[in-house]
């Protein structure tokens, strides 16, 4: 590594593709080093931060309400990662929101390094590329097409799950659109740290060049922005009257990710909805961070009314809850 600087590699992938599993076998063979972790939450309500390690006790700063690629929070962003070289960081990892549209990328890097002095410097970007899912979202997602075309290594996960045709024309098609990027493959184990951000010994980076801004990217594409919702229940929640909720409520959704409380448990179910695939797992975080209860919903399709959701969350969980204000972008 070169004298005196702090590598920053930034983490994309679209909703539910795998980043944070991934960030986290990185970080578990990192623990000899002082990494900071950065997450950033399109949404108001912090998930993914009590999902990702924390190997050098430094914390695991929430960026939320937006995507730091977007001037809604990317001061915010800049100043902790001003912060995090104070505190004697040795290697900044950040986890970017999974409808990140990292076209200012370029700017926003090297806004970074200026505010640090050159101490902070930009390494790369790893894009986390969903084998069973990435053909048929490039064509609902603008977004997952300008995370591929800025990224310097890709990560395909679920390799094991897809078919070996269906894996194929995954690495066929990113290597068609980024022709020099190495890709590594994730097949349900934890991945080796050289496959996923490489040594810093010699003071190398992922990076080249990075892309200048793209016109083509303004925008979100025939689908829109998509829109959020955060929903916090009042008390524990039946977890037969919670899968119910989420079976309704996820054929019209891209994510629903966030921790619930059973009335009976004291520690909370994770649930990962990643569209119509549902996961509630008991929770067992045990390093002492406090678990918000709430679920974080982005919508696919237009979402239905505040006050349709509530009903429908009522009705169905047999619980009172209430909805954050939705962030503007």
């Not at 700063?61 to 960081?89: D, K, P």
């Not at 810093?200 to 992922?206: K, Q, R």
Request: with cysteine; proline share 5%; hydrophobic share 45%.
């Amino acid at each position: 590594m070169e004298n005196a600087s702090v590598p920053l590699i930034l983490f994309t992938g679209f909703l539910g593709s795998g980043k944070t599993t991934v960030l986290n076998d990185a970080l578990t063979q990192l623990r000899d080093r002082r990494v900071a972790v950065v997450v950033n939450e399109w949404g108001k309500l912090p998930v993914d931060g009590a999902l990702l390690k924390d190997p050098s006790g430094l914390g695991v700063v929430e960026v939320a309400g937006g995507q730091i690629f977007c001037s809604c929070v990317s001061g915010s962003f800049l100043s902790a990662l001003e912060r995090l070289v104070a505190l004697g960081a040795e290697m900044i990892l950040v986890e970017t929101s999974g409808l990140a549209k990292p076209a200012t990328l370029g700017e926003l890097a090297a806004e970074a390094e200026k505010r640090n002095g050159g101490i902070l410097r930009y390494r790369g970007l790893v894009c986390v590329v969903d084998a069973l899912r990435f053909g048929r979202l490039r064509s609902v997602a603008l977004a997952v097409n300008e995370q591929v075309r800025f990224a310097d290594r890709f990560v395909i996960t679920k390799a094991d799950l897809a078919s070996e045709s269906a894996l194929q024309e995954t690495i066929d098609t990113l290597q068609s659109l980024r022709p020099a990027v190495p890709w590594a493959l994730r097949r349900g184990e934890a991945m080796d740290l050289e496959k996923i951000i490489p040594s810093f010994a010699d003071g190398s980076s992922m990076v080249k060049k990075v892309e200048p801004f793209d016109p083509q990217w303004s925008g979100w594409g025939l689908g829109g922005r998509p829109a959020t919702d955060s929903i916090v229940p009042a008390g524990g929640v039946e977890k037969s009257r919670l899968e119910s909720f989420l079976q309704r409520l996820s054929p019209e959704t891209f994510r629903i990710k966030g921790f619930v409380y059973t009335p009976m448990d004291t520690e909370p179910l994770l649930v990962d909805c990643v569209e119509e695939t549902i996961n509630l797992t008991a929770w067992e975080g045990g390093d002492g961070r406090a678990i918000q209860g709430g679920l974080a919903i982005i919508w696919k399709k237009q979402a239905p009314s505040r006050e349709k959701l509530l009903e429908l969350w009522t009705s169905i969980t047999a619980t009172e809850g209430r909805l954050l204000d939705a962030p503007v972008h």
